[in-house]
């Protein structure tokens, strides 16, 4: 159109914007506008805004023939499985895990203190995991290979690679202290790995400060996230209370005085998606608890040699250190405990002293160490296991009363203010931290039992008849109950066969009911039905969870009771009981040692395969979108948290847009995409929500969030977030596992969020416009369906009309970055 022609008449309402963003597993750009020619609008290789080519400067062309809104797609799945190296991220699950028990705490309000210690207990359990896994690589680097292997003729001969280390050889390190000294350095390179990854993503992620909610965003609706992020951020943040101590509210059953007018939800605060200081203060203590443990390892092992030999001065040497070693434990405790999340302000600041030397501090303390354990000393030999054997024990003690104590403290909660809904009665939190021991214990007894192996050769660790005593007796233990817990798993697991069968029988007349003028075919009809059963067993999750929990707890502290009290491995503690129960020892240990074997190489495949193939990185990808959505508040060494990103890049694209062109905006999200999109609106400023309409389809929203975050997408939050919107729709089908309705019915003239289920298929046989059979989507294309286009038409109907703003002809609405995807 030529600069001097007249402006045409505008469309009915303004300009308008559809805001798409995907949901897990991610979608291109050209997939999700439905063009093979498209253009980066904003953003980076990471995660950006795209359009169509056509549409690059819509807002512009008033005269354009259009039916709908412009569309726009913001793709953020590079942010979870984006290059190879997040394959190692598996690593990290149990990490990961553990901070899920952080939120999902339940809603409660008036019990500050008791908020406080739910989430001191977590980031105690995750300490206790930081320290199993560096454990377990003492148990590896210095037990079995350095201690037991290299002192063993028979096991050195055999693995030529250690024999610069082996006893029998007489050389400067065939001294224990010496070996161990020098093995000490493969758990503290890991340790230093685990620093430097999440050292790594705390700068790509936590360190980017977002955009002040509360500022008007500049003429600049294309700008890249982060660009002036940084100039409009203000506050200079402040240390508060635990997250959520001022509860962003209750579930179903709270006090009738509280309501989601007077709450501010904890989504909304400006410095919920900041979380540098607590990551990096958490950092630095987990950094300095690995080296602690390591430097422990080392010392233990010489100083008990010294208390023997008589010498004084190495005697008083190990006791000092062993004592300072300690002190410098307790206090990484105190620092892990003293503060949480502070989440009112946009918190900038650094503990620079706790972040640089504390993590300095234990390096010292560890070369002191290794010293100390260099040190000469003639006629020590290397004899059955390291003293560390009780840390597992101790460990595995301390993961139990924490979780216990959590237990307690997350049931008084919801005694305060009852979830109807929430999982397991408000005990979600605490059984998933329990499920985060397991998943360490797993993984780290995985590792000891297949290296024993490797180094025993034919040998079976702790029978006695092999070169090597083998990994402490508490793992061959706690393997051993893994066959226990399938069997007890097998429990649940067929009830809820038979019940969904069941259901799946009773469901067959409904679903000819919802296509009353078909020809019913039962074949069609049993498939419909089916897959409708089986969709509901997402609902029967925290049932099977909270069997395994129960079970794993019970089994635990026998495998513990077993272990302390023979101080032998099962096959060996039941050698003179009853056949068949001396039988089923033997089966349970070499089956459980097997299968802790085979699942760490599967893991490890896995992991190598993600490495490699860009597919299975994205399934791996689809795990970390539910599990990282979340902040890093309990563990620093978790994959980092990519809502940190998106979520101020959606509320940024959607302020500056509506900003800019005064037009109307639909913010539509796709499964756990609607969950970033429903964040980022709640931290849009009042006037600007008031623009913005939201539109959810196969939705986790209240199915999934709602139940196992209450604290934070509860009953009160969500009837608050309807509230202060303009308008929200939500899409859903029966036959979809994941999404749901959201529950929220109509009031103060709005109507009720949820559409009524659509029909999936969408027609039931063959018909003149279907004359093949359509498939049953269950969780994939709702924009296919007739009623998305509906929906989203008459959420912009209602949107008020855009407001008259000026127009700078130098330069284009939208500042493309002149990228073409297509």
């Known amino acids: 159109m030529s600069p001097a022609a007249p402006d045409p008449a505008p469309q009915p309402g303004g300009a308008a914007l559809e805001l798409l963003v995907h949901g897990v597993g991610g979608a291109t750009p050209q997939d999700m506008l439905g063009d093979p020619r498209t253009v980066r609008v904003t953003g980076d290789a990471t995660a950006a805004v795209y359009r169509r080519t056509d549409d690059s400067d819509a807002e512009h062309r008033p005269d354009l023939d259009r039916d709908g809104p412009i569309p726009e797609a913001y793709c953020w799945s590079n942010l979870t499985s984006g290059n190879g190296a997040r394959a190692l991220w598996l690593l990290l699950l149990p990490f990961m895990v553990v901070n899920l028990a952080h939120w999902m705490r339940p809603a409660a309000t008036g019990r500050t203190r008791t ?47 250690i024999g610069f280390l082996s006893a029998s050889n007489d050389g400067w390190w065939s001294q224990p202290g010496r070996r161990l000294s020098l093995a000490a350095l493969l758990p503290a390179a890991l340790v230093g790995l685990l620093w430097y990854l999440s050292n790594r993503t705390w700068s790509a992620y936590e360190a980017q400060r977002p955009p002040n909610p509360t500022a008007t965003p500049p003429d600049a609706s294309a700008r890249p996230q982060g660009e002036d992020s940084a100039d409009t951020a203000s506050g200079h943040g402040a240390h508060g209370p635990e997250a959520g101590d001022s509860s962003p509210g209750t579930g179903n059953g709270e006090s009738p005085a509280l309501t989601a007018r007077t709450v501010r939800p904890a989504l909304g605060r400006p410095g919920f998606w900041y979380g540098r200081r607590l990551v990096a203060r958490l950092r630095a203590a987990h950094t300095a608890a690995g080296i602690l443990v390591v430097a422990a390892a080392v010392t233990g092992a010489a100083a008990r040699h010294d208390r023997s030999a008589g010498v004084r001065a190495l005697e008083v040497s190990g006791w000092v250190l062993e004592a300072v070693l300690v002190l ?25 002293a706790v972040v640089r030397r504390l993590p300095c501090a234990s390096l010292v303390l560890l070369a002191v160490a290794m010293v100390y354990g260099s040190w000469s000393r003639p006629g020590w030999e290397s004899q059955g296991t390291l003293p560390g054997e009780v840390a597992f024990r101790v460990i595995a003690l301390a993961q139990g009363a924490l979780v216990v104590v959590l237990a307690v403290a997350a049931h008084l909660l919801h005694r305060r203010a009852r979830h109807g809904r929430a999982v397991l009665r408000g005990l979600g939190g605490p059984a998933v931290a329990l499920l985060a021991c397991a998943l360490g214990g797993v993984m780290t007894g995985g590792v000891a039992q297949r290296v024993a192996d490797w180094l025993d050769g034919s040998g079976t660790p702790g029978e006695g008849e092999g070169a090597i005593p083998g990994p402490p007796v508490l793992l061959s233990w706690q393997a051993s109950v893994i066959p226990v817990l399938l069997l007890l798993l097998l429990v649940p697991l067929c009830v809820l066969g038979a019940r969904t069968w069941r259901r799946a029988r009773a469901l067959g007349e409904r679903v000819e009911q919802d296509y009353p003028h078909e020809r019913p075919d039962h074949v069609r009809t049993r498939r419909i039905a089916g897959t409708r059963a089986r969709a509901g067993l997402t609902d029967a999750a925290p049932v099977v969870l909270g069997v395994v929990c129960v079970a794993t707890l019970l089994l635990g502290a026998g495998a513990v009771a077993g272990a302390w009290a023979s101080a032998e491995v099962p096959g060996e503690a039941f050698d003179r009981a009853h056949p068949v129960v001396e039988a089923a020892a033997d089966v349970a240990q070499a089956l459980g040692s097997w299968l802790i074997g085979l699942l760490f190489i599967l893991f490890v495949t896995w992991g190598r395969r993600a490495y490699r193939d860009a597919a299975a990185r994205r399934t791996v990808g689809i795990l970390w979108d539910v599990g990282t959505f979340w902040p890093r508040a309990a563990h620093p060494f978790a994959p980092p948290c990519y809502a940190e990103r998106a979520v101020p890049d959606l509320t940024w694209r959607m302020a500056s847009w509506t900003s800019a062109t005064g037009g109307r905006l639909v913010i539509s999200g796709h499964s756990q995409g609607s969950v970033l999109a429903a964040a980022a609106v709640w931290q849009l400023t009042p006037a600007t929500r008031r623009r913005v309409a939201l539109l959810t389809y196969g939705s986790p929203l209240e199915r999934l969030y709602g139940r196992w975050f209450p604290a934070y997408f509860g009953a009160v939050q969500l009837r608050g977030l309807h509230r202060e919107l303009h308008c929200w729709r939500n899409l859903w089908r029966h036959t979809d596992p994941i999404g749901g309705p959201v529950r929220l019915p109509a009031e103060d003239g709005k109507p009720e969020v949820d559409r009524e289920a659509l029909k999936d298929p969408v027609v039931y046989g063959r018909t003149d416009t279907h004359p093949l059979p359509e498939p049953v989507l269950g969780h994939s294309d709702y924009q296919a369906d ?8 008459a959420l912009l109907e209602r949107l008020p009309p855009a407001l008259p703003r000026q127009r700078d002809e130098a330069a284009p609405a939208q500042g493309s970055s002149g990228r073409s995807s297509g």
């Open 115 to 161: 908020l406080r210690l739910y989430g001191m207990l977590v980031r105690l359990v995750a300490l206790s995991l930081t320290v199993l896994f560096t454990a377990a690589a003492c148990e590896v680097a210095l037990d079995l290979t350095a201690w037991q292997c290299a002192g063993s003729a028979r096991c050195s001969r055999d693995s030529s690679w």
């Open 328 to 352: 410098a434990g307790v206090f990484v405790v105190a620092v892990v405990i003293r503060r949480g999340r502070g989440e009112e302000l946009i918190d900038n600041r650094i503990d620079r």
């Open 786 to 793: 007739p009623a998305f286009a509906e929906e989203r038409r």
